[in-house]
């Protein structure tokens, strides 16, 4: 897992973002939902100073474990925090060159409030990478993540939530599964709404890209990644259904 994440991160997270943002010692990098903090690693190798946090107190101590010799010098920070806790704003205000939300927004609730707050985290000339897979994709409830045999069932997360929740109880799956696919398919995230808050919130899109096959499904399944065609991605709604992941950078 850690090691899928520093890989990911190095090969297709961070050449994205230093399309629009150059990558320097200088650069600030605060990673929300950092889980162990492989996403970080390859901004701490090039030397970035690094805030990474995270709900989960597990993960957030594997990560300080892990990087306890960069914490020691002063580079690396991994807090078991909320994002919106005073205290974490208090400290952190317009402080990051680059904000990474990897794998996390379709995680968030209340993404209308959660995106233009991040504004107030941001150097006036910041940005922020998302990679997120779009609901309506093959799998995009996460229901890979059931233990039974219709954890292999593409599309059934979008029927409406007492159908979907019935099927998951009919095979079995445990009341915390449930409920965690749950509190996903409460905070899902299509394309059409992440762009429509991204603009609400006067934020620009500065790069897109749009794949029919997810990078991270090399490490997963050996797959190679393999970018949208540009007629697909230009069609909305139809686009949710062919295409497992998105990455957006979006500034000021
Ligand atoms: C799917 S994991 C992604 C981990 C990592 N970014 C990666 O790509 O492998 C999503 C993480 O977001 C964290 N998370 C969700 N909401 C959060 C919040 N409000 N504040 C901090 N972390 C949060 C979860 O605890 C979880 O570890």
Redesign the pocket.
């Known amino acids: 897992m850690y090691g899928q ?1 520093v890989d990911n991160s190095r090969t297709y997270v961070m050449p994205f973002i230093e399309q629009t943002k150059p990558i320097t010692p200088d650069t600030r990098v605060l ?5 162990e903090g ?2 970080l690693q390859p901004f701490i190798d090039r030397s970035c100073y690094c805030v990474g ?4 107190k597990v ?1 957030i101590d594997t990560a300080n474990d892990f990087f306890e010799d960069k914490i020691k010098e002063g580079k690396a920070e991994f807090l078991c ?4 806790d005073d205290a974490f704003l208090s400290r952190f205000a317009n402080s990051f060159d680059v904000i990474v939300l ?3 927004i379709e ?2 609730p209340e993404q209308e409030k959660f995106i233009p707050y991040l504004k107030k985290l941001l150097k006036p000339d910041g940005q922020v990478f998302f990679g997120f897979p779009p609901w309506y994709m093959p799998f995009g409830g996460h229901q890979q993540v059931a233990i039974n045999k219709i954890s292999m069932l593409p599309y059934y997360h979008i029927l409406p939530k007492p159908v979907y929740k019935s099927i998951l109880k009919m095979f079995g799956e445990s009341k915390n599964k449930i409920e965690e696919l749950m509190e996903i398919y409460d905070t899902r995230i299509s394309i059409e709404r992440f762009e429509r808050i991204v603009k609400r919130s006067g934020f620009k899109v500065k790069q897109k890209q749009h794949f029919l096959l997810n990078p991270i499904y090399k490490y997963k399944f050996g797959w190679k990644p393999i970018k949208q065609t540009p007629i697909i991605s230009a069609i909305p709604f139809v686009r949710n259904f062919l295409t497992t992941c998105v990455y957006y950078t979006i500034g000021l």
């Open positions: 994440q990673e929300i939902g950092c889980g492989g996403v946090v995270d709900l989960d993960r925090m909320n994002i919106y990897k794998d996390t995680h968030v």
